[in-house]
């Protein structure tokens, strides 16, 4: 039918036809109509997202997959070697949100512009979490990278609101390890906040990921401290060892039971590097550490990481996008990921060309220097 000859219709039809017309040459000119709640999925033969993808789509179902040793789309994407990119646009109410991940192979995973859990390597069914405090009402960008090696493939994405208060402390990296000896590759690995105080009763610290009983766990994180003396306090049941910048100050590893200790440190200030082990076999579980200033002088033992200069200054991030990371070189995880112009606080300590510096929300993490602007400051980094 010609657009003339339709005008010769009823006033019905020839409304009818006119809003067909202008809805197809919207699709047309336009491209792919989205739903709100959809996810724009890329898919590429490669296991580094290289190159224009091989294939795109819109898929609105949750991203929970298991295509076994298959293909995600059979006579398009290879069975292995391929990975995946999800986008979308999701709304969130103020709070602290958990954001989890199992998968088989290696994730990662931006919300709101941060890289928020970075673990691009071949794994098996290993679940990841990271939390997120968001301020006020709004969207959020969610990027989700994926991509599998060989044999099985599989990956569960999905968030909670775990608390409407804002927990602005942390972070901890906690590993956890479904034996009581942290053998092999963690079932989970998470950031929590500080200070670390666990205490999950006969449950688990992750239901459904790790037993209830017979687990370990490794903690990860740093604190800032004044020069001082200072008495750690632990509490475990049922047995866990603690490291103080690389020195091991209570071993409490057997015979299982609840074990109260604390000890005293003379500490040289500036951030203080903390490990805690930590295994329980049966019955209640939990984990707590605090430190308290008990004198005034320091600089004892305690070691630390670099030398000290510069601290409280302040530096500008001079390139598009900086990791910041658990430790001073590329083989630590990524904590965060700074954009050009945040200003970042200067701690003191470096080490080689790494500096150690707090971003405006709180994170305390390393950065290359080359890619700061220490706005005039001459910082010289310690061999």
Do not use: C
């Not at 391929?82 to 999701?90: A, C, K, T, Y």
């Not at 000890?263 to 082990?277: F, K, N, Q, R, S």
Request: glycine share 12%; hydrophobic share 35%; net charge negative.
């Amino acid at each position: 039918m010609s657009i003339r000859s339709a005008f010769r219709l009823s006033p019905r039809l020839r409304l009818l036809f006119i809003i067909s017309a202008v809805f197809i040459l919207a699709m047309v000119f336009s491209g792919p109509v989205f739903a709100q709640d959809s996810w724009t999925a890329s898919y590429w033969n490669n296991p580094n997202l290289s190159g224009s993808p091989i294939y795109q789509r819109s898929e609105v179902a949750s991203i929970n997959y298991n295509w076994g040793s298959g293909s995600p789309i059979p006579g398009i994407v290879n069975s292995d070697f391929f990975s995946i990119q999800w986008r979308g646009d999701r709304h969130f109410d103020p709070g602290r949100y958990r954001f989890n991940i199992t998968s088989d192979d290696g994730v990662r995973l931006w919300v709101d512009g941060k890289l928020i859990i970075n673990e691009w390597h071949d794994s098996t069914g290993i679940t990841y979490s990271a939390e997120m405090d968001f301020l006020e009402s709004g969207t959020r960008p969610i990027i989700l990278e994926y991509y599998e090696n060989t044999g099985l493939a599989s990956i569960n994405f999905n968030w909670e609101r775990v608390s409407g208060d804002i927990i602005t402390t942390g972070p901890i990296r906690a590993e956890y390890f479904s034996n009581t000896d942290l053998l092999g590759q963690p079932s989970l690995v998470r950031y929590e906040n500080t200070p670390l105080a666990n205490n999950w009763g006969t449950g688990s610290p992750a239901p459904g990921v790790i037993p209830a009983d017979n687990f370990s766990a490794r903690y990860t994180y740093t604190i800032d401290l004044q020069p001082a003396r200072y008495r750690f306090t632990t509490q475990a049941q049922s047995g866990m060892r603690l490291w103080v910048n690389g020195q091991l100050v209570i071993d409490e590893w057997s015979p299982p039971g609840t074990k109260n200790r604390s000890v005293e440190i003379d500490l040289p200030g500036g951030i203080t590097h903390m490990i805690a082990t930590y295994y329980n076999s049966t019955g209640p579980a939990s984990i707590n550490i605090n430190a308290v200033q008990v004198g005034s002088s320091g600089g004892g033992s305690g070691g630390g990481t670099g030398g000290g200069s510069g601290a409280g200054l302040t530096a500008t991030v001079d390139t598009s996008y900086l990791n910041m990371r658990e430790g001073p070189g590329t083989e630590y995880a990524v904590i965060t990921v700074l954009s050009r112009g945040t200003s970042v606080v200067l701690t003191g300590q470096v080490s080689d060309y790494w500096v150690q510096v707090r971003e405006p929300t709180g994170y305390v993490g390393w950065v290359s220097s080359s890619f700061l602007n220490f706005n005039n400051l001459n910082v010289t980094p310690s061999g």
